[in-house]
């Protein structure tokens, strides 16, 4: 699995495996995942072994059952199969509906001796985000924010269009490389107007998010930072509003905002249609909340600073379990899972 990490962030919305090939008790080849259009892991760690004939001798080890379809690459089972490796050990099943399975049976049909299950539940945690997007029919959702010493995530009122820093640039640039490991970002009107977001990876070296914007009512004027040429954009707009052509960069998505209890839902719905495989909600309060009040979360990244607001625009309520903590600096990071989920 820590081979198959080098692929966050450039997979998608392919998952991000790792393949280890072993001869005598000896690593022959490893490989994962290349950025989409690209190789499948299993592809890389046989590509990577100098001497082909040593595997058929050699025991494959890959996180996710290799697939059996043609997609933007010819089915890894077959190249397995070529190349006569006896045994290959599986970490967990693809629910993918167009493998599901299939891959597993074309191996054993072809004299493989397959093993699966093998650290089963760490596999599945490791592809969290393709089995929440195949499963559930939604991104895998991170909820994220920053909140004062006193439980507030923004002041009552401020005199510039900026944002103001509750966390320390350490902080700051983490959240950067967390952008550019998941495919889209969202936020409200009001955090726009409020405070200008570029929603790139500016402190980080990868790609652009796909930014999110829920703007009701169309208030938001193309000079605001998240409509430049630096990502793609999307606009959930409400439904009596004509729908807008898309230009360059920039399309719209309705839904329909009478439907209160639904939103989140709604939001969801869009984003899978798009394959959309993970998203960070980066607020503000009422955003965040939506999500919460709809369960549509899978993990809460919680930053507290040090400073303190006295009042202002308090920190969402919700439910977790805390999964750790970590000191970065003077900030404190808390990650949680959403009980109801696990």
């Not at 022959?28 to 499948?40: A, K, L, M, R």
């Not at 607020?283 to 009040?293: E, M, R, S, V, Y």
């Amino acid at each position: 699995m820590q081979i198959a990490k080098n692929g966050l962030g450039t997979t998608r919305p392919n998952p991000m495996v790792g393949a280890v090939i072993v001869y005598n008790n000896t690593i022959i080849g490893e490989g994962f995942t290349s950025e989409y259009g690209g190789n499948h892991a299993e592809v890389n760690a046989i590509n990577s072994v100098k001497n082909k004939a040593l595997l058929t001798k050699s025991t494959l080890y890959v996180t996710l059952e290799p697939c059996s379809h043609y997609g933007k690459t010819p089915p890894c089972s077959d190249l397995i199969v070529s190349h006569q490796i006896p045994n290959v050990v599986i970490g967990c099943v693809d629910d993918n509906p167009e493998v599901a399975g299939k891959g597993i049976a074309k191996l054993e049909a072809a004299g493989c001796h397959v093993t699966v299950g093998v650290l089963e539940k760490e596999c599945r945690v490791h592809h969290k985000r393709f089995f929440t997007f195949h499963n559930k029919k939604r991104p895998y959702i991170i909820l994220k924010w920053a909140e004062t010493d006193d439980g507030f995530i923004a002041p009552l009122t401020k005199n510039e269009n900026k944002p103001v820093w509750i966390t320390n640039s350490y902080s700051r640039q983490l959240v950067h490389k967390w952008r550019a490991e998941e495919q889209a970002i969202l936020v409200g009107t009001s955090t726009v107007i409020a405070d200008n977001p570029s929603l790139t990876v500016r402190d980080w070296t990868g790609q652009n998010p796909i930014r999110v914007v829920l703007d009701k009512h169309l208030r938001l004027a193309a000079n605001y930072s998240l409509f430049s040429n630096d990502a793609e954009t999307i606009v959930i707009t409400e439904s009596s509003v004509e729908r807008k052509q898309t230009a360059g960069n920039l399309t719209f998505e309705l839904i329909d905002w009478n439907l209160k209890e639904s939103i989140a839902k709604q939001i969801c719905d869009v984003l899978f249609n798009r394959n959309l495989t993970s998203i960070i909600i980066e607020g503000g309060a009422q955003t965040l909340q939506t999500f919460i009040d709809e369960n549509l979360w899978d993990e809460a990244r919680i930053f507290t600073g040090k400073s303190e607001f006295k009042e202002g625009v308090s920190s969402p309520i919700f439910k977790g379990s805390m999964i750790s903590k970590t000191e970065i600096k003077n900030d404190t990071l808390k990650v949680y899972n959403n009980d109801l989920l696990y």
